[in-house]
């Protein structure tokens, strides 16, 4: 039979917008989190991350929101611009060890 | 530094054949991972070394997988037999601990397997 794949929510800016993806984390025990984009046919590539002391965190456009008690995480970016075209996961792992566990990924796509 | 390199970048292959796929992670990390990404699931992770040890392969499907890491700058991930679920893009990622964005994996470019 067919497959059917992963629906990624995708969303639609203008060049210049400010852009909200959003992502909601499974593991209330998770104490650190980070945002990556992936441009085609490239690998994950590290935008910002936070602790869970933390609920705010600001990088050059981008910045990251973090509600531990609805366990959500938002990223911000920026006068978005067309290279920000891209799927953005976000990832919670434990700060003690190394192991990540990605989210399913949100497309950005971005009009001129 | 070069990054995390990967091998082959695509490969080709028919059912029943052995598939391996490589990886040389940046110098001086100590972490390496292996994912898989498809359509249907997203990014797994298959498997995690540290020091050259695994530490979780929880994540690897089925026997047909393995994967080693005889050193600090090499690791391989095999399938054998290949077949045509296991199509998909295969990512390479290593870390630093101690470093200051403490979990930052980086990834490589990817191994896209097709299985005929």
């Known amino acids: 039979g067919e497959s059917v794949g992963l629906h990624l929510p995708t969303l639609s800016v203008q060049e210049g917008d400010n852009s909200i993806i959003n992502c909601a984390y499974s593991?209330?025990?998770?104490?650190?989190f980070i945002w990556y984009k992936q441009e085609s046919g490239k690998g994950p590539q590290f935008i910002i991350d936070?602790?869970?002391?933390?609920d705010k965190r600001q990088g050059q456009r981008v910045t990251v929101l973090l509600n531990k008690t609805v366990k959500h995480l938002s990223l911000q970016i920026a006068a978005t611009q067309p290279g920000d075209s891209a799927v953005y996961f976000c990832?919670?792992?434990?700060?003690?060890?190394?192991?990540?566990?990605f989210g399913t990924g949100t497309r950005l796509l971005v009009s001129p | 530094d070069a990054g995390v390199i990967q091998s082959p970048r695509h490969e080709v292959t028919e059912m029943g054949q052995e598939v391996t796929l490589r990886c040389k992670p940046i110098?001086?990390?100590?972490?390496l991972f292996w994912y898989r990404q498809t359509m249907m699931r997203g990014l797994e992770l298959l498997i995690y070394?540290?020091?050259?040890?695994?530490?979780?392969d929880s994540g690897m499907p089925e026997d047909r997988f393995s994967a080693k890491m005889p050193n600090a700058s090499f690791s391989t991930l095999k399938i054998q037999p290949s077949e045509p679920r296991d199509s998909a893009v295969y990512f390479c990622?290593?870390?630093?601990?101690?470093?200051?964005?403490?979990?930052?994996?980086?990834f490589g470019p990817g191994t896209r397997l097709t299985v005929l």
């Open positions: 990622a290593s870390s630093l601990r101690g470093s200051l964005s403490y979990n930052e994996q980086f």
């Open positions: 593991n209330s025990a998770s104490d650190y």
């Open positions: 936070i602790r869970s002391n933390m």
């Open positions: 990832a919670e792992g434990d700060w003690g060890f190394q192991k990540l566990v």
């Open positions: 110098s001086g990390h100590d972490y």
């Open positions: 070394f540290n020091n050259n040890v695994p530490i979780d």
